[in-house]
């Protein structure tokens, strides 16, 4: 009889542990599909980011003569506080941000309609409205707001900021501590507002097609969330999971008597 109960602890706690396995294959990346090129490929999915409304720009002017300059750009008093830093407190950003019209309003230049453009589209349009004032003026246009939030299954869940506009789904993933051990790599939602619209999209990054896929660059504000594995949830999900814990405890408690009986 002891031993029998042995034997059905034994396997027990063999099922148990089964049931919370990862499997190698789960943690690969780039594992699937067809085998990477031996040669380079020129990369066709380049995001051209536009402009949209509650973007924040930093235009910054300048030329040959500072002074000339100093009318067209921001007072260093009018800054935005907006970005957190990773002290947890506000860093100080000088931009302007767009209205719901898609406008902005520039120093001595007035309002320039922004709406769908990209930044090097600004930088045209202003260095067309500065002819009149300066000569060879330097203009930089840049995003101050580009933010990224990931969320679920990684080391480090959070909302970050980024200092430039070419940004993959692995930078983020990256900047977030990578997927944990129980996030499902091939199922991961991207959820994108663009023009008042909002859309999602699954990455599988297992899958070496990745890197052809028009969410592999990122954009301003985009959601990233690692949704876990279903051995993660097994337990609440699935009701023959819910039963092994009771199953062990009770053989547990079932050996002990036995023992003690034996004393």
């Known amino acids: 009889m002891t031993s029998t109960i042995k034997n059905i602890t034994l396997y027990t706690l063999i099922a148990l542990l089964l049931s919370s396995c990862v499997t190698h294959d789960e943690l690969l990346n780039f594992n699937t599909g067809p085998e990477f090129p031996t040669t380079p490929v020129e990369i066709q999915n380049l995001p051209q980011l536009t402009i949209q409304p509650d973007d924040l720009l930093s235009i910054r002017i300048k030329a040959l003569d500072p002074i000339a300059a100093m009318p067209f750009n921001i007072d260093p008093e009018n800054m935005n506080m907006q970005m957190m830093n990773a002290s947890g407190g506000m860093r100080p950003l000088i931009g302007y941000l767009v209205d719901r019209e898609g406008t902005i309003d520039m120093p001595m230049l007035g309002k320039i309609k922004v709406l769908g453009k990209t930044t090097d589209e600004i930088r ?140």
């Open 124 to 263: 045209q349009i202003v260095l067309e409205k500065l002819k009149p004032f300066l000569n060879n003026p330097v203009v930089s246009v840049r995003f101050l707001n580009f933010r990224i939030t990931v969320l679920g299954e990684v080391s480090r869940p959070g909302t970050f900021f980024v200092a430039n506009e070419r940004v993959t789904v692995l930078d983020m993933l990256g900047l977030a501590g990578d997927v944990t051990s129980y996030g499902n790599r091939t199922n991961i939602l991207v959820i994108r507002e663009e023009d008042g619209r909002r859309e999602y999209a699954r990455l599988n990054i297992q899958d070496r097609d990745i890197f052809q896929s028009p969410y592999f660059y990122l954009q301003q504000n985009d959601v990233l969330y690692v949704e876990p594995l279903p051995v993660r949830t097994a337990s609440i999900r699935d009701q023959s999971t819910r039963i092994l814990p009771w199953l062990s405890a009770i053989t547990a408690l079932t050996t002990l008597a036995l023992t003690l009986s034996n004393i």
